[in-house]
């Protein structure tokens, strides 16, 4: 473990880079040392972010993004709050230099390069390091993370919808269709700045599904799916938008292998000991407030014997336990902190 961890941050200025900042300026093992903007070059952290100016950040400038490796200094990790075209180019290059990388966009996440096309629109032009890619979600690859040169921060949605049904895979007929609805509030939809029909101006008073036929989501959710079935899913996944800034509740529609009962779900619930997730004994006690501003995944479930339909209900804060809070997890077992160091 090195006890003090150099680290940048690409894309500092957006709400992931900023809950990043928070997180880790408070972070006893970390030194924050590369801030990019685009929009803040030049520009003083505490005079943009004053909110953000703790002791150990408030000299922090805000650099341009960097054209050559050279422009970068000496880090141990750089985590990459960017556009996937962006972490796509950049990522190798900061692996070849040496410094493990945190990929919060979506540039590795999906193994099926195909399907990376067909739902981000790139071309992937980096095998080597897709095929070297861990997907980091501690939870279910906690040892391969701890290894890892370059971890894919899972999406707000697929770890919102994946934790709880981990839980429950072995009790889950996967044969079946999986159903998941989700909804998130702005800052998981639209970015750092307002998108038309994304931003909290186009959803006040206002509730509605959106990219329903094709989100970039849906494939990284039924292929981590694929992993827990050691097969291929059908999923059927639609998410909403919510008239509020941060949150995402999940709800999940499965079907129990047969002769499986309610009691088999709640003891495999009851069993979990992970430190940021939280079983509660109904569906009804999962609500937004209750995770906003934290690194937990609260989640429950419903077993409805007429209808043969189990129901799992999640809830997670999408800047935390969707973006940042999960990356700084990551981070602690990439380098041997305490997994929670810096999260709670």
């Given at each position: 473990?090195k006890?003090?961890l150099?680290l940048?941050i690409l894309g500092?200025?957006g709400?992931?880079?900023?809950?990043?900042?928070r997180?880790l300026?408070?972070h006893?093992g970390?030194n924050l040392?590369?801030?990019t903007?685009?929009?803040?070059?030049?520009?003083?952290?505490?005079?943009?972010f004053p909110?953000?100016?703790?002791?150990t950040a408030?000299?922090l400038?805000?650099?341009?993004?960097?054209?050559q490796?050279s422009d970068?200094?000496e880090l141990?990790?750089?985590?990459?709050a960017?556009p996937d075209?962006v972490?796509l180019k950049?990522?190798?290059l900061?692996?070849?230099?040496g410094?493990r990388v945190i990929?919060i966009?979506?540039?590795?996440r999906l193994k099926?390069i195909?399907d990376?096309k067909s739902?981000?629109?790139l071309e992937h032009?980096?095998?080597?390091?897709?095929?070297?890619a861990v997907?980091?979600?501690?939870?279910t690859s906690?040892a391969?993370?701890?290894?890892?040169?370059?971890?894919?921060?899972?999406?707000c949605?697929?770890t919102?919808?994946?934790?709880p049904?981990?839980v429950?895979?072995?009790?889950?007929?996967?044969?079946?269709?999986v159903i998941i609805d989700?909804k998130?509030?702005?800052?998981g939809?639209g970015?750092?700045?307002?998108k038309d029909?994304?931003g909290?101006?186009?959803?006040?008073?206002?509730f509605?599904?959106?990219?329903?036929?094709k989100?970039q989501?849906?494939?990284?959710?039924?292929?981590q799916?694929g992993?827990?079935?050691g097969?291929?899913?059908?999923?059927?996944?639609?998410?909403?938008l919510l008239?509020m800034?941060?949150?995402?509740?999940?709800?999940?529609?499965?079907?129990?292998?047969a002769?499986?009962a309610?009691?088999?779900?709640?003891?495999?619930a009851a069993?979990?000991?992970?430190?940021?997730l939280?079983?509660?004994a109904?569906?009804d006690q999962?609500?937004?407030k209750?995770?906003?501003?934290t690194?937990?995944c609260?989640f429950?479930?419903l077993?409805?014997?007429?209808?043969?339909?189990?129901?799992?209900v999640?809830?997670?804060?999408?800047l935390?336990k969707?973006a940042?809070?999960q990356?700084?997890?990551?981070l602690?077992?990439?380098?041997g902190?305490?997994?929670?160091?810096?999260v709670y």
């Open positions: 473990m006890n003090t150099k940048g500092a200025g709400f992931t880079g900023q809950e990043l900042i997180l300026s408070r006893p970390a040392q590369y801030l903007s685009s929009e803040y070059a030049g520009k003083n952290l505490g005079e943009v909110a953000l100016a703790t002791p408030r000299d400038t805000f650099a341009m993004h960097p054209q490796l970068l200094p141990d990790a750089i985590f990459l960017t075209e972490s950049w990522a190798p900061f692996v070849q230099k410094i990929d966009a979506g540039a590795f099926n195909e990376f739902y981000y629109g032009n980096a095998p080597a390091a897709l095929a070297e997907y980091g979600m501690p939870e906690r391969a993370i701890k290894t890892a040169k370059l971890v894919a921060n899972p999406g949605y697929p919102a919808a994946l934790l049904l981990y429950y895979r072995d009790l889950i007929d996967f044969t079946k269709p989700a998130s509030g702005t800052s939809a970015g750092r700045k307002e029909g994304l909290y101006s186009t959803v006040y008073e206002n509605r599904a959106y990219k329903a036929a989100h989501h849906a494939p990284e959710i039924a292929q799916l992993v827990f079935a097969g291929r899913v059908k999923l059927r996944f639609t998410p909403y008239p800034y941060r949150g995402i509740l999940s709800t999940a529609y499965v079907t129990p292998k002769g499986k309610p009691e088999d779900f709640t003891q495999a069993a979990v000991r992970e430190p940021f939280r079983f509660k109904t569906v999962i609500e937004l209750s995770v906003q501003h690194n937990f609260d429950s479930h077993f409805d014997a007429e209808t043969g339909v189990v129901e799992i999640s809830a997670i804060d999408n935390m969707g940042a809070g990356a700084v997890q990551n602690n077992l990439m380098f902190f305490e997994e929670t160091t810096g």
